[in-house]
């Protein structure tokens, strides 16, 4: 039987902002004693996710300070619960957006598990992987198999499976036509997720300067944003248009592209969609939008990119330079996701 550390009242080192929108700073909290369903992680890398922002400067309203973000973190078990037995003191195991869930609504008992209105995240109310050390439900600690890039593996468990999801939700089949709009963190790593899936894949970006490269990644076409006639000429073809921006669109002119039947799936953070209902109702179309995936999804994700080589592209920055990797994704001009290595030790 494996050796449970002692419940001990310990302080987690990390970086926190004090109020929205200032600078982190070293701060140092103590945590009680660990929950039976609980585990403990070293923190050795942790991916910095927009949704980090977001939470910084307070956009959605829910951020309490002193503030630690981070919520796609990679370590090793430091300790675990006594009800936990599934996974092992040492092992490496990566860490997404959410950190509880009460197993036992409708919600948890459907597999819907990121849909538990009960449930805890990493960042909400609670101190974060921008640290030495995190904690949550063992539930939501997931290892990670053999072959998976520890170093670029954290965006995995939130911008990956964020996109991910909505290929199992809708039923993608490999003979699918499916757009991607918006070539940043989230819509690189759908492009090689769809392309391994088998799918048709077309980009869509502001931006003509990335084709070389959406290619690279996968996608068999490549469309202008803001090209109307563009769009125009795929009129019909997509079986679903996965959108990953956070800007104001076209949405009837995306609604155009997809065929009977088709879905316009949102997982970016648009501020609000506007649409004429007709074109829905005459091609049975349908908007819908999704946050992380649940365990199941989760375990697939990462078995499908084990199997693919699939990883996302990363520049990495040490933990102690955790402001200027900020101000670096805030301009714009990070390719694609930022990881932190903790060298606070």
Known sequence: MQARIPNIAMAIQAYAAHQAGSKLELFEYEVGSLKPDEVEIDVEYCG?????????KNEWGISQYPLVPG????????????????????????????????????????????????????????????ADKV????????????????????????GGITVFNPIIQNNIRPTDHVAVVGIGGLGHLAIKFLNAWGCDVTAISSKP???????????????????SNALKSYANIFDMVLV????????????????????????GAAPQVNVNLFPLNA???????????????????????????????????????????????????????????????
């Not at 990121?114 to 974060?128: A, F, S, Y």
């Not at 080589?309 to 390719?335: C, Q």
Request: proline share 4%; aromatic share 8%; with cysteine.
């Open 71 to 130: 919520h796609e973190v990679i370590g090793r078990v430091a300790e675990i619960g006594d009800m936990v037995n599934h996974l092992k003191v040492g092992q490496y195991v990566g860490l997404g957006w959410k950190a509880r869930s009460c197993l036992v609504c409708d919600q948890c008992l459907s597999g819907y598990h990121n849909r538990c209105l009960k449930g805890e995240d990493v960042i909400v109310g609670r101190h974060g992987g921008y």
């Open 244 to 267: 990953t921006a956070n800007v104001e669109m076209d949405w009837d002119a995306y609604i155009g592209t997809l065929r009977p039947g088709g879905k316009l799936h949102i997982v």
């Open 135 to 158: 904690r949550c439900q063992a539930l939501w600690a997931f290892p990670i198999p053999e072959n998976i890039n520890l170093k670029t593996a954290g965006p995995l468990f939130c």
């Open 48 to 56: 910095i996710c927009r949704s980090d922002l977001s939470m910084l």
């Open 209 to 227: 300067e990335k084709e070389g490269e959406v290619k690279q990644f996968g996608a068999h076409h490549f469309l202008i944003s803001g090209d």
């Open 283 to 345: 091609g049975e179309k349908s908007i819908g939008a999704s946050p992380i995936g649940g365990p199941a999804e989760i375990l697939m994700m990462l078995d499908f990119c084990n199997r693919h080589g699939i990883e996302p592209i990363t520049e990495e920055f040490p933990l102690s330079r955790v402001n200027e990797a900020l101000a670096h994704l805030e301009s714009g001009e990070a390719r694609y996701r930022i990881i932190l290595q903790n060298d606070l030790n």
